[in-house]
């Protein structure tokens, strides 16, 4: 049996492990499971990465056979930040959950229990009960109102406006007021007056 069979063996171990870990109702057992998964994804980073080889600088004189590939590396580095993290937010779940239960399992709520015990007859009764509308003093926000249509808002609109979007249509000059009544309006604006 060679190196990288026992790898392997050892690898699929910790995943086992791990899975089974995660599936308690314990959250450390869950803590534990996680980072167990997490050695084992990195155990088989490192199976990935090959046979050792120089580090992966290039220096000009090394040939590129001869280095180890450093992208499995960067994955490993990845993997136990993540780890670390995660489990951070796990201790500090569990440290909360001891403060307030005195214990760190999950228990079942009330109405997911309720959910789980109905039988098929009751899902449906309770389907029909919520698709009936009953309430007629439901009402909407816009139900009596008077909807205005949305108006863009250009430079010559407000003084203060910066109108520094850019467009994909010709530039067409707006009449003001002061300008001549024969001068094109902008076809956005309908009529004003």
């Keep these: 049996m060679n190196i990288s069979l026992v790898l392997v063996i050892v690898m699929a171990v910790l995943f086992a492990c791990g899975v089974y870990a995660m599936l308690e109702r314990s959250l450390t057992r869950v803590l534990i499971g996680f980072l167990l998964l997490g050695n084992a994804a990195n155990l088989l980073l490192l199976i990935v990465m090959g046979r050792p080889a120089i580090a992966p600088f290039y220096d ?30 796990l201790l500090a779940l ?17 109405d997911d229990v309720a959910l789980r015990t109905r039988t098929a007859e009751e899902v449906e009764d309770a389907m029909d009960e919520e698709s009936r509308s009953d309430d007629d003093d439901v009402t909407t926000d816009f139900v009596g109102d008077v909807a205005n249509p949305i108006r863009v808002l250009h430079q010559g609109d407000l003084s203060h406006l910066v109108d520094d979007a850019p467009v994909d249509r010709v530039a067409v000059r707006r009449r003001t007021s002061d300008d001549d009544p024969e001068a094109p309006r902008d076809p956005q604006d309908g009529d004003r007056s």
Excluded: C
């Excluded at 590396?73 to 780890?83: E, P, S």
């Excluded at 440290?95 to 009330?110: E, K, M, N, P």
């Design 94 to 110: 569990i440290y909360r959950s001891w403060q307030l239960g005195q214990a760190d399992t999950v228990v079942d709520d009330a």
């Design 60 to 89: 000009g004189e090394t040939d590129a056979a001869e280095m180890s590939d450093a992208l499995p590396q960067a994955l490993m580095l990845t993997a136990i930040v993540i780890t670390f993290a995660i489990s951070a937010f």
